[in-house]
Every structure is written in structure tokens, then in C-alpha cells.
């Protein structure tokens, strides 16, 4: 039965405990790389279609994602201490639930990267185009700086290329990336510790000078789409901004994942984890209240979904008459401080993104590739997808198949439906690995877990239960997207996978011992995401 292909648990944790990794990671060590993670792009790149969502309230929207990531990352935990090796989700998922649960959650994985990866470029175009214009005076034209806005017409997505027709700069850094690759290239750690620097003291810099610029009146109405936004607008609202906003939370895996490093993990896994949750939440509460609080969210209307048709006339006509508010702003933290007169701190802003987002797209789309490659390994996709350039050395066909999609994508959706789309691939591998969780309690109670979650029957429901209430809070379109999604895997899978999986045929290969080799040389960032979540 194809419910009984399930990898052996006990080959993979034999050779992890052959690794075994010096213990050396304590609580501080562990909440700084939880921040160096989580904070990245979202923040960036998300500040003004959460207040276009949900205006003031949007500050809610950051408690509840970073509530859904704190229970998601406590499950996380303790199935990345058992399992320690590459594959997070997907290797998770073949050890527990079996072949065709793990190759769904490998194929949301391939639509969470390529995707974000998208969306990242997009923010990245944001900025670029923004510091260009600030320090020359140059600009592309209007439809040349943005892809069409997007509306449905039923079930079928309708562009509107009257204010936008491609993004060329977002094509560019995604095709960029996707070279860099594909040559091989390497990041030390020094350098991205230099990288997760700049966008903390960025952030740390915007709060300092829009705290003093606050002004009460913005803050009403605080929730002017309510908390599900009005009736028949799907993705609206406090909780619908808390769906979109997800995605500047994950990147907290990378302490789950570091849980075999640490000492004591039972004690110091939960503080790592909770504690670079608060502090990231604190602030994304302060950069959300001084970006509100400063200028004002100025909604263009109640209700209007962020990247439609209608959405981008209002704003094309609000520049028009030279007040481009802050939820129309594709540099959100930037526009905010040129708006209060602070026209060198945006740019040092701008600068910062355009220093910092590359390095993101880059680790995505290498998470991107390691996904393909741990499934074609597995014998789930053809192993000529993972096949490696005899000079470079690197897995070039997949790089290549990603880096297209990726700019495809990048040069005809808005960033935020980009994060949505992205999204609905995140939250449904954090639901299985949640199940996952309940699933191995009850199977095998007496496996050794170096961490435990605490009160497991109550924090895996309520993370699985979270996951799955963000996912029908995201915008209809994106909830589609998933659906569509897995019924092409599904075709991919029974026409190939299920033919040709080395499990299937009793070829037993886990390949743990090499598990930690990437497909690239490109090696993991501390901070940086492996498959099953990124650095947002």
C-alpha cells in the first residue's frame, strides 16, 4: 500500500547520531540567531499592504502571526531534534506519514521558495527604483517598474496592464541570483552577521526617528476593514493582514533546527525560540506603530484588496495629484521617512534593503534547489533535475527551471500576492509537521527526544489549528493557489514518483551521511533558512 512507504526513521537518526554535533549553543546565542533569521524582508517589503488590510490594527496582525510561529516553533523543535538532517518538512514527513503525505509537502516547500523568492525581488525592485530616483533623479517608466494588477473575473485571474505591464528590475536581481548560482558562490558567516547588522540597525534607525512623530489622530479608526474585513472581501482585515504578515515571521526554524547544538535543550530550545519571537514582535510593533503614527495609513478605500485593478487606479490616481500615501508606496519604511523630512534616512533605508534582499533571494532559491535535490535523490523527481555541472559543480538545469520561474513570477505579480501565494505553501508544511508531531507521540511514546514540546496535546492543536485558520484568512486567490498546486504534484507523483521512488522499489538509500552537503557550495548561513521556512 502506497501508505506504507515510509523512509526508515531509525537509519536516518543511527547516522545523525554518528554526527554528533558538540553541544555549545546556549539561550543568547540561540534568540540572536532566532533575530538574525526572522528579521529580514517581510518588514521591509510588507508594511503597506498590511496597512491597506487592516490600517492601526495591523499592529494586532504582528501578535497573532508571531503567536501561530511561537506554537508552530515549539513543534518544530521537537521533531528537528529527532530528525537533525537536511529535507526539514519533507524528510519529517516521509519519516512519519509516508511517501505521498511527504511528497505534498515537498511540492508546497518547491512553491514556498520560488515564490518568495519572487516576492523578495519584487521588494528588492521596490527599493532600488527608490534610491535611484532620490540619488539621480532617474525612473523607468511607470509600466515598466511594475507587473499588472490583478483581479478575478469568477475563477479566472483578469490583468490590468493600464498602470503596469513587467518589472524589469525585479527580473534583473532574480536572473542575477539565479547566475551566481549557478557559477557557485560562497557567503561566510561574517558576512552575513555584516548583512543581518544592517537591517537591524535600518529598522532600529526608522523607530528612533518616527517614535517622536507620532501623532494620536492616525491611529483612528484603528481597524477601519474590522477584524475580517468587510463581508464578501476575502484576506481583509486585522486577521487577514496577520495571513500576509506571516511571512516576515518565519526564519524561526533556524533555532529549531540548531536544537541538536544546544545545551540543555529542553530549557534553552523554548527560550531561543520564544525569546527571538518577542523580540522581533516588539519590533515589528514599533516600526509598525512610527510608520502609522508618522504619516498616517490613508487607506485608498475600505476593502480593497492590495495589487487589484481597482486598488492600483486609486493610488495611480492619488500620485497624480502628488499625494502618494503609504499603503500605495512600494518602499514602505523609505517613503514614511522622506515624508517627515528625513530624505537621507531614506535613503540609508533604501540603501540597507538593496544591500540586504539579494543575499535573501539568493538563500531561498539555494533552499529552492535543495528541496529538488533531496526529492530527486529520493527517486520522487528525475535525478538529471539535481545533476551537477562538470565545472561549476553546481546543479545548473534546476537552478536554471527556478531562476525562470522565479523571474516569470517577480516580473508579473505584486509583492503581496506573491507573499500570500508564498504563505499558503508555508503554513500547510508547518500544519504537517505539527500532525507530524501528535502522530509519533502516539506511535513511538518511547523515542528518545532531545527536546519536548511542552503540553503537547494542547500546543500542537492549537498550531495546527492556527496554521489552517491563517490559510482561510489569506486572500481567495491564494487559498487556489495551493489546491491547483498539489493536484499538478499529484499528477507529477502517481506518472512518475510512484514509479520510480527508491522506497517504493526497496532501494533503502536514506543518504543521511552526506546530509548536510548541499547541491551547491554554498553552505547554510547561520540564520539562514533550510528548507521549511526562510528568512522573510
Not at 548560482?181 to 518616527?210: C, D, P, Q, R, Y
Request: proline share 7%; with cysteine; glycine share 10%.
Amino acid at each position: 500500500m502506497i501508505l506504507d512507504r515510509i523512509k526508515p526513521l531509525n537509519a536516518i537518526l543511527a547516522t545523525a547520531e554518528k554526527k554528533s554535533l558538540h553541544r555549545s549553543l546556549g539561550p543568547v546565542q540561540l534568540t540572536l540567531l532566532g533575530v538574525g533569521a526572522i528579521i529580514g524582508t517581510g518588514i521591509f517589503v510588507l508594511t503597506a499592504a498590511a496597512a491597506q488590510k487592516a490600517g492601526p490594527g495591523m499592529m494586532w496582525s504582528f501578535m497573532i502571526a508571531g503567536f501561530v510561529c511561537a506554537v508552530a516553533a515549539l513543534c518544530y523543535s521537537e521533531i528537528a531534534s529527532m530528525v537533525p538532517v537536511s529535507g526539514s518538512a519533507y524528510t519529517y514527513s516521509y519519516a512519519v506519514m509516508g511517501e505521498l503525505l511527504a511528497w505534498m509537502v515537498g511540492w508546497a516547500l518547491i512553491l514556498e521558495y520560488a515564490v518568495a523568492a519572487s516576492a523578495v525581488s519584487v521588494g528588492w525592485s521596490g527599493y532600488f527604483m527608490g534610491l535611484l530616483k532620490s540619488w539621480t533623479g532617474f525612473e523607468l517608466p511607470a509600466l515598466l517598474q511594475a507587473g499588472p494588477a490583478w483581479s478575478m473575473n469568477g475563477l479566472l485571474p483578469v490583468a490590468d496592464f493600464s498602470h503596469g505591464v513587467i518589472n524589469v528590475p525585479a527580473i534583473v536581481v532574480a536572473l542575477a541570483v539565479t547566475a551566481l548560482l549557478m557559477i557557485g558562490t560562497k557567503e561566510s558567516a561574517n558576512f552575513n552577521a555584516a548583512l543581518v547588522a544592517i537591517k537591524v540597525t535600518a529598522l532600529t534607525m526608522f523607530i528612533v526617528l518616527t517614535l517622536p512623530a507620532i501623532k494620536g489622530e492616525h491611529f483612528a479608526p484603528f481597524a477601519p476593514n474590522g477584524w475580517f474585513g468587510p463581508s464578501g472581501s476575502s484576506g481583509m482585515g486585522i486577521v487577514g493582514a496577520a495571513a500576509s504578515i506571516f511571512f516576515a515571521y518565519v526564519g524561526f526554524d533556524a533555532v529549531s533546527t540548531a536544537a541538536e547544538e544546544t545545551k540543555n535543550p529542553q530549557r534553552n530550545v523554548p527560550i531561543g525560540l520564544i525569546g527571538s519571537l518577542a523580540i522581533c514582535t516588539v519590533f515589528y510593533l514599533l516600526v509598525a506603530a512610527g510608520a502609522i503614527g508618522a504619516i498616517g495609513a490613508q487607506p485608498t478605500a475600505i476593502g480593497v484588496q492590495p495589487g487589484t485593478a481597482e486598488f492600483a487606479h486609486q493610488c495611480a490616481a492619488l500620485a497624480a495629484a502628488g499625494n502618494e500615501p503609504l499603503v500605495c508606496s512600494n518602499e514602505a519604511l523609505a517613503h514614511v521617512l522622506r515624508s517627515i523630512n528625513y530624505t537621507w534616512a531614506g535613503d540609508m533605508i533604501g540603501l540597507a534593503a538593496n544591500l540586504a534582499l539579494p543575499s535573501v533571494i539568493l538563500m531561498m532559491m539555494f533552499g529552492q534547489t535543495r528541496i529538488f535535490f533531496v526529492m530527486a535523490r529520493d527517486g520522487l523527481l528525475p535525478e538529471k533535475l539535481a545533476s551537477v555541472h562538470p565545472k561549476w559543480k553546481t546543479p545548473h538545469v534546476v537552478t536554471i527551471v527556478t531562476g525562470v520561474f522565479v523571474a516569470i513570477a517577480a516580473a508579473l505579480l505584486p509583492v503581496g500576492q506573491l507573499a500570500d501565494i508564498s504563505n499558503s505553501g508555508t503554513l500547510f508544511a508547518f500544519f504537517m509537521v505539527a500532525v507530524a508531531v501528535m502522530i509519533l507521540r502516539v506511535r513511538d511514546p518511547g523515542r528518545h527526544r532531545p527536546f519536548r514540546t511542552p503540553l503537547v496535546w494542547v500546543t500542537a492543536p492549537v498550531a495546527a489549528g492556527g496554521c489552517v485558520f491563517l490559510f482561510l484568512n489569506l486572500p481567495t486567490e491564494a487559498q487556489m493557489v495551493l489546491p491547483i498546486w498539489g493536484g499538478i504534484g499529484l499528477l507529477c507523483y502517481f506518472a512518475y514518483g510512484y514509479r520510480m521512488s527508491h522506497v517504493g522499489r526497496g532501494l533503502i538509500e536514506t543518504h543521511e551521511e552526506d546530509s548536510d552537503t548541499p547541491p551547491v557550495p554554498v553552505p547554510p548561513l547561520p540564520g539562514a533558512h533550510t528548507p521549511g521556512g526562510k528568512d522573510a
